[in-house]
């Protein structure tokens, strides 16, 4: 006996399998049975000719002002979608001071195209807190399942007020910063968003907060994300976060790394940290081609500053920078099984030839 059976309906199990025509039973609000079902129910619904398949997630809305005059999120809820993901592209209304109130509005109004009329109308301002935003969400007669994240610009607009439209933060505002995130991973917020759209602004035409936000900062923020999911189900996305954190940092560094002392060393123990650190990673022999290509980068620069035939020419320091990027290669092309291996062997090829060239010229 079911409560429910949704009878001769084309079901959609969201497997990625072909679709079928099937019932599906129904108990205490969770599916107990799907095939040909011959039993009673409380009720039973004829579907013939519908679609049944599971509730759609939508993960990149902006109802987070729509929700508290349309608690049903017209019109997604019209097209079968049961959970939506909302706080994207930084964009969100909490946390929040009373006094940047009407600054996180302007973000709604140029990004998203959203009347300022409708806003300051319907928007209720019971929060401060991202924990407070949700205990208001809870008061609502919501139409489907909402997870929210937390929103750069008004965690920067909370720690920095009309500085975060004007420059990086200092540490103290980073670590003010770091920590709105964390009450409100510890809240039940589902995730951080940030946003570098370079054509993103505030309605009175400066650039959103969070295009202002340094890598420490966005660093902090996102760590605060890892933290929560490590030990859950979701470690393994915790865990893909972190590893692509730490490569923007390596790649961040290499990038600027003319307009730092010592950037090349820096750069070289940026890569030794991320490969060291990442080793059962998938992307572990990625890192040490890159590594590898980073040595190469270094010989090739030397050899173009320095003319190999003339006296200023050291030879070890270009030899040390091509061993080490082939005893990189040399790690990676004796691994069986891997996509890389290929690349490597190529790679090896290519730095001993530079090598010999480099080894005629200096004689």
Not at 69 to 84: F, K, R
Not at 205 to 217: M, N, Q, T, Y
Not at 236 to 249: G, M, Q, S, T
Not at 302 to 326: H, I, M, R, T, W
């Amino acid at each position: 006996m079911y409560d429910l059976i949704l009878k001769g309906g084309r079901i959609y199990d969201g497997s990625g399998m072909p679709s079928f025509l099937g019932d599906v039973a129904i108990n205490n609000g969770r599916i107990e049975a799907i095939g040909r079902i011959n039993a009673y129910a409380d009720h039973v619904l004829s579907v013939d000719g519908l679609a049944v398949a599971p509730g759609i997630i939508d993960f990149h809305t902006h109802f987070d002002a729509q929700l508290w005059w349309d608690p049903l999120a017209s019109s997604s809820n019209e097209h079968g979608v049961t959970t939506v993901v909302m706080g994207n592209c930084g964009l969100t209304l909490a946390p929040c001071k009373p006094e940047s109130r009407d600054a996180l509005i302007g973000t709604f109004v140029r990004v998203e195209d959203m009347p300022r009329q409708s806003l300051r109308a319907g928007i209720p301002w019971a929060w401060t807190t991202h924990g407070e935003f949700l205990d208001a969400l809870e008061r609502q007669p919501l139409g489907l399942n909402v997870a929210t994240l937390i929103g750069h610009c008004a965690v920067r607009q909370y720690a920095m007020g009309e500085a975060s439209v004007e420059r990086e933060a200092n540490d103290a505002e980073i670590a003010e910063m770091e920590e709105l995130v964390h009450q409100g991973m510890a809240a039940g917020a589902f995730g951080f968003s940030t946003n570098a759209n370079q054509r993103h602004y505030r309605e009175d035409g400066k650039p959103v907060p969070s295009r202002f936000a340094g890598l420490d900062e966005k660093v902090a923020a996102w760590n605060q994300l890892i933290q929560k999911y490590k030990s859950t189900r979701y470690e393994y996305l915790a865990r893909v976060e972190e590893e692509r954190i730490d490569r923007a940092k390596v790649a961040f560094v290499e990038a600027n790394r003319y307009r730092l002392k010592e950037g090349n060393q820096l750069t070289i123990l940026g890569y030794g940290q991320l490969v060291t650190k990442h080793q059962q990673s998938k992307n572990h022999y990625r890192f040490l081609l890159d590594f590898g290509d980073f040595y190469m980068l270094l010989a090739n620069e030397y050899a173009s500053q320095y003319d190999p035939e003339g006296l200023l020419f050291e030879f070890k320091v270009l030899d040390q920078f091509v061993k080490s990027a082939l005893k990189l290669y040399t790690e990676v092309a004796q691994v069986d099984g891997i996509l890389e291996k290929l690349e490597a062997q190529g790679k090896i090829e290519a730095a001993r030839g530079f090598l010999e060239k480099m080894t005629r010229l200096n004689r």
